[in-house]
């Protein structure tokens, strides 16, 4: 019983500088857990050269290339497709697409969608499927020939998820298509890739 009472006296700040440390180890590990998720969102958005910011004139420039490479049978923007590719611009910017086709066996076309769940994806989209005024290519439901394309200038105006989409046949189901998306919390434009993608334009 003597031998008792000593180790319960000493009890009580036991456990006081365990719990002290175990707070301290949690906190430096959300900490840590904070600064990797800062780190890797820092990675995730890109700057690449095909878009250009002009921040004083809130205008962005985003050149696109169909059939960029062999990615996905060539049916890809800038060697993306399937949503592996999102481009982010603030509300309120100037959106210039300059819109050209590489791929010499099929033509191609790119226009602003909504996004479409898996099982309504559509065969063909033309103007009628356009989610923003102005925003798509000449000929959107039939596409433009190699080496060909066009400009397309529009306001990003209702912040939400948007779709870059190639409306000639069966193309958009064959997976081209990309994510566009207007950030109400963006202060510049950016790319963000998909872990794990196919390499693309860089």
Same mark, same amino acid.
């Given at each position: 019983?003597?031998?008792? @009472?000593?180790?319960?006296?000493?009890?009580?700040?036991?456990?006081?500088?365990?719990?002290?440390?175990?707070?301290?180890?949690?906190?430096?590990?959300?900490?840590?857990?904070?600064?990797?998720?800062?780190?890797?969102?820092?990675?995730?958005?890109?700057?690449?050269?095909?878009?250009?910011?002009?921040?004083?004139?809130?205008?962005?420039?985003?050149?696109?290339?169909?059939?960029? !490479?062999?990615?996905?049978?060539?049916?890809?923007? !800038?060697?993306?497709?399937?949503?592996?590719?999102?481009?982010?611009?603030?509300?309120?910017?100037?959106?210039?697409?300059?819109?050209? !086709?590489?791929?010499?066996?099929?033509?191609?076309?790119?226009?602003?969608?909504?996004? +479409?769940?898996?099982?309504?994806?559509?065969?063909? @989209?033309?103007?009628?499927?356009?989610?923003?005024?102005?925003? +798509?290519?000449?000929?959107?439901?039939?596409?433009?020939? @190699?080496?060909?394309?066009?400009?397309?200038?529009?306001?990003?105006?209702?912040?939400?998820? +948007?779709?870059?989409?190639?409306?000639?046949?069966?193309?958009?189901?064959?997976?081209?298509?990309?994510?566009?998306?207007?950030?109400? @919390?963006?202060?510049?434009?950016?790319?963000?890739?998909?872990?794990?993608?196919?390499?693309?334009?860089?």
């Amino acid at each position: 019983m003597r031998l008792a @009472a000593p180790v319960l006296a000493g009890a009580a700040p036991l456990q006081e500088w365990l719990s002290s440390m175990l707070a301290k180890g949690a906190a430096a590990a959300a900490l840590f857990f904070l600064l990797l998720l800062a780190a890797a969102r820092a990675q995730s958005e890109l700057h690449p050269s095909w878009l250009q910011a002009d921040a004083g004139a809130k205008k962005v420039r985003i050149d696109i290339v169909a059939g960029w !490479n062999a990615n996905n049978g060539a049916l890809n923007f !800038n060697g993306y497709f399937t949503g592996d590719m999102m481009v982010v611009v603030p509300v309120g910017w100037t959106v210039e697409v300059d819109f050209k !086709n590489n791929d010499a066996m099929l033509p191609h076309s790119l226009l602003v969608t909504k996004p +479409y769940p898996p099982d309504h994806v559509p065969e063909i @989209a033309g103007v009628n499927e356009v989610a923003i005024p102005r925003a +798509y290519t000449d000929n959107p439901d039939q596409g433009i020939p @190699a080496p060909k394309g066009d400009k397309v200038s529009f306001k990003a105006q209702a912040p939400g998820d +948007y779709w870059f989409f190639c409306g000639a046949p069966g193309h958009g189901l064959g997976g081209m298509w990309t994510k566009f998306k207007i950030d109400a @919390a963006a202060s510049a434009p950016s790319v963000t890739i998909t872990q794990g993608a196919e390499a693309g334009r860089p």
